[in-house]
């Protein structure tokens, strides 16, 4: 409010300063005395967010406002070029058409600075001669001409005074942030896009339907894969056969291999410096300093992305790898996601399983009367020479009475009660006490912050070593804001061990467990037939593994890292109603199958889903648009190029300053909404990640730098060449064309679906043509026509089949 105040009084002066000092100026004269008082002294702007005279294909724009991105551009006139309005008129919006008609030597000035804008993807423009001001959107997305639209017009400074409110909501910077005046032109409605394909189908997504045999081949392959390796049968061996060392490179990543060694980069920036980072594993082991950090009262943080394999490092380095220990410590394993997934009061939780962990486990009851007498015994020997104590010859009963009072109030603070149960047990062994607080992570961000407070407690009072697991994007969060604050030391990382590597050891692991190698009780005799079905198909896919140049590019690809995902990618494949396997069984019983990569795509790609849905899929649609501008197919796959492209632009981690990508993209004739719009598109996905892993928003400041993922260069590498993906995600984008649109049906016979696919590409061409320039090295030449090979490919191997009489949908 004091801003608007004091810029109000300021608009006030300059009006009285400018009706005494009229004069006929220059350009140069007219921008110093008045446009740079308006903009400066009246609107709020500050000289930081200005660049004068900027160079834009060989001539020069004389202000561009910078907020963060390019998003204004303001042309200085000479102060005798003005325009007229009829008398008696006391708005300020008109219509361009009629506006030029009453003054057209306001055209010249205003497609003057609309070319600027639209060359450079500047969405807002003004034309000043500092007493007289036109503002307008130059850049639309909605398809109509700048020149059809409407304009705010302020024919003097005694009107902006008079019409401050008006002024300042339209071009102060607190309203051009806030995208005031493309609601003040346009309203709130946002040009519709056409349907998408998937719009005219009768149900969509759908659901693909099962057999009964890929039915149950499911559920057996997640008690397989999933469920059983947990229980207590089987665990200790999965640990010790599946283990994968953290940190080994992937060797088929689509990035490359600086930003897989940075993997935990710039988690935190020169304004929030975070604890140093120190990889947990080493070529020798576990780093020796992850056990010394305990001993420092302080939790040991474990910093590792969602399915990277935390778990697994806890449970191999607690009952396999180190000696430490097996000899010297009392273990807990505390679950507080799956098991505490329930349990609102974490403390509590924590108690509970401790007691119920020293029961089970160590035999050890904390309630048991020798127990406690055990923990308290220097208190009862206080207490025998106490007041009580002459009761104990005389008065017995009265004396027992009185003890057991005495130690149940020591009982009544549960808490206490257990830390000094465990400092008695670890006394009383000569044995440390480690407690591990696993799956924090798979908590809401309040909870994880719970659990680090509970930590930190518990590591500064407990005779215990503490650790905790956390997401980056957690700890940066709290690091910046919240529980974390105070934490300077150093944390731990884990990184994800190589994806081929963990999905061959755990699919031999099934195989183990299909044959019978591994017996597991109450296994019924209908499961067992089942089991026979699904080890021919893992066999099938291990051997797929080992063949195909395709298969373990592809899931260590879309995974990035996630154990847990890549799992789940391979028990999709093999339940999923897009897959045909009873063919894939009998075809490898009798020769040598290998899964083609379509495949595998076609099952990861719809899921559940009989057509492709973004919001379920793994796999984004690279195509699609957010305004009714063709170009736009384009703007997510170049920026995906723009940022995976060797250069001086990028920072050795691999990370781009977002600065520079709004500026080469409104360069190349883009929005800042259309950035903003596929950037969020793309961190939704998972196709970039960010600096301090903070979610972009539109118009905001941070994050301050991007990368490209594994997952992103895969789209852009392989997968928008690929028949596959492009056959699925043709429901889900938008044509600016009617006629292609009507001529992109649903339908469900391949060939129908290669045309189908060659229509859109055709589309996709045309759509390219109309990039100025593409920064970066996308090119959909290239891939179209690799994409036009492909389908060409296809044609010709149903050919080959009908020949011999056998037309395969």
Same mark, same amino acid.
């Given at each position: ?6 810029? %109000? ?40 967010? =200005? ?80 007493? %007289?001001?036109?503002?307008? *959107? ?15 017009? @302020? ?26 005046? +493309? ?36 559920? =057996? ?23 994968? %060392? ?26 929030? /410096? ?13 780093? /020796? ?43 807990? #394993? ?10 609102? &009061? ?15 486990? #160590? ?86 912050? &719970? ?14 070593? *503490? ?7 957690? @700890? ?53 037939? !089942? ?87 793994? *796999? ?10 063709? !170009? ?52 939704? $996905? $998972? ?19 991007? +990368? ?21 995600? =043709? ?29 859109? +590409? ?48």
């Amino acid at each position: 409010m004091d801003d608007f105040e004091a810029c %109000q009084q300021n608009i006030s002066d300059l009006s009285a300063w400018y009706a005494a000092n009229a004069g006929n100026r220059n350009e140069a004269t007219t921008r110093l005395h008045l446009i740079d008082s308006l903009l400066f002294d009246c609107l709020g702007w500050s000289r930081e967010h =200005v660049i004068a005279e900027e160079r834009l294909d060989g001539q020069y724009t004389d202000y561009t406002l910078v907020f963060p991105r390019r998003i204004l551009i303001v042309e200085a006139k000479r102060e005798g070029v003005h325009f007229e309005l009829p008398v008696g008129h006391d708005r300020v919006e008109y219509s361009i058409p009629s506006l030029l008609r009453a003054s057209p030597g306001l055209k010249a000035p205003m497609e003057q600075v609309g070319a600027y804008c639209q060359r450079s993807g500047v969405p807002f423009a003004v034309v000043a001669n500092g007493h %007289q001001v036109v503002a307008f *959107i130059a850049s639309r997305d909605d398809g109509l001409s700048p020149y059809e639209g409407l304009a705010l017009v @302020f024919p003097s400074l005694e009107f902006m005074s008079a019409h401050f409110v008006d002024l300042w909501n339209a071009l102060s910077k607190a309203a051009i942030d806030g995208q005031r005046l +493309r609601t003040l032109l346009l309203g709130n409605v946002k040009p519709k896009l056409p349907s998408k394909l998937s719009a005219r189908l009768a149900v969509y997504p759908g659901t693909k339907g099962r057999n009964p045999f890929q039915a149950s081949l499911q559920d =057996v392959s997640e008690l397989v894969l999933e469920d059983l390796i947990g229980t207590r049968e089987l665990e200790p061996a999965f640990i010790r056969e599946c283990y994968c %060392q953290s940190g080994a490179l992937s060797q088929d990543a689509q990035i490359s291999r600086t930003i897989l060694k940075t993997r935990y980069a710039a988690l935190f920036d020169a304004s929030n /410096p975070g604890p140093a980072l120190v990889a947990v594993t080493d070529k020798h082991g576990t780093t /020796p300093d992850l056990l010394a950090e305990g001993l420092a009262r302080r939790p040991i943080l474990l910093i590792g992305d969602v399915g990277v394999g935390k778990t697994t490092f806890i449970k191999h380095l607690l009952f396999v790898e180190s000696e430490y220990f097996k000899r010297t410590a009392v273990a807990f #394993y505390l679950d507080l996601g799956r098991k505490g997934a329930l349990t609102s &009061d974490l403390k509590a939780f924590i108690l509970d399983d401790i007691e119920r962990e020293l029961r089970e486990q #160590y035999q050890v009851d904390v309630q048991s009367d020798n127990h406690v007498r055990a923990v308290y015994g220097k208190d009862l020997n206080r207490f025998v020479h106490g007041i009580y104590g002459r009761l104990r010859a005389t008065k017995p009963k009265a004396y027992q009475e009185k003890e057991i009072e005495f130690l149940a109030a020591f009982l009544k603070n549960r808490e206490e009660h257990l830390r000094l149960s465990l400092e008695y047990l670890s006394r009383s062994t000569s044995r440390q006490i480690v407690v591990f607080l696993d799956n924090t992570d798979q908590r809401n961000d309040r909870d994880q912050e &719970d659990a680090f407070l509970i930590a930190q407690e518990m590591s500064e009072g407990w005779p215990a070593v *503490i650790f905790l697991p956390l997401r980056p994007e957690t @700890f940066h969060a709290s690091r910046k804001r919240g529980a974390l604050t105070g934490y300077h030391t150093r944390a731990f990382t884990v990184a994800p061990p190589r994806i081929d590597k963990v999905l061959q050891k755990r699919l031999m692991f099934g195989l183990k467990i299909t044959r019978g190698d591994l017996p597991i009780s109450g296994m019924s005799a209908g499961i067992t037939v !089942k089991l026979e079905g699904l080890q021919t198909l893992l066999q099938c896919f291990v051997h797929s593994m080992e063949k195909s140049p395709d298969l373990v590019p592809c899931i260590d690809n879309i995974a990035g890292g996630n154990v847990r995902l890549a799992l789940d990618l391979v028990k999709v494949f093999l339940g999923s109603g897009h897959v045909d396997t009873e063919k894939i069984i009998n075809k490898y019983r009798y020769d040598d199958y290998v899964i083609p990569i379509h495949e595998f795509l076609r099952a990861v790609i719809y899921g559940d889903s009989e057509h492709y849905d973004p919001d379920r899929s793994p *796999i984004a649609n690279m195509f699609d648009l957010s305004t009714c501008d063709r !170009k736009e197919h384009f703007l997510l796959p170049c920026i995906l190029g723009y940022i995976s492209a060797p250069g001086s632009h990028a920072t050795e981690e691999g990370f781009v300053a977002s600065r520079l990508v709004y500026e080469t993209f409104q360069m190349a004739g883009f929005t800042p909404e259309q950035v903003d719009a596929a950037l969020i598109r793309a961190h939704k $996905k $998972k196709l970039i990640e960010t600096s301090a892993r903070m979610a972009p928003e539109p118009g905001a400041v941070e994050p301050n730098a991007i +990368r490209i993922t594994s997952l992103g260069g895969y789209h852009i590498g392989v997968l928008t060449k690929h028949f596959t993906y492009v056959d699925a995600i =043709v429901v889900d984008t938008p044509v600016l064309a009617d006629d292609v649109y009507h001529a992109i049906p649903n339908c469900d016979e391949i060939r129908a679906r290669l045309d189908r696919v060659e229509v859109f +590409r055709a589309y996709l061409d045309a759509a390219w043509k109309s990039m100025p320039r593409a920064p970066g090295v996308f090119d959909w030449d290239a891939d179209s026509a690799l994409l036009l090979k492909e389908v060409r490919r296809i044609r010709e191997s149903l050919d080959r089949r009908s020949q011999v009489g056998w037309v395969r949908k």
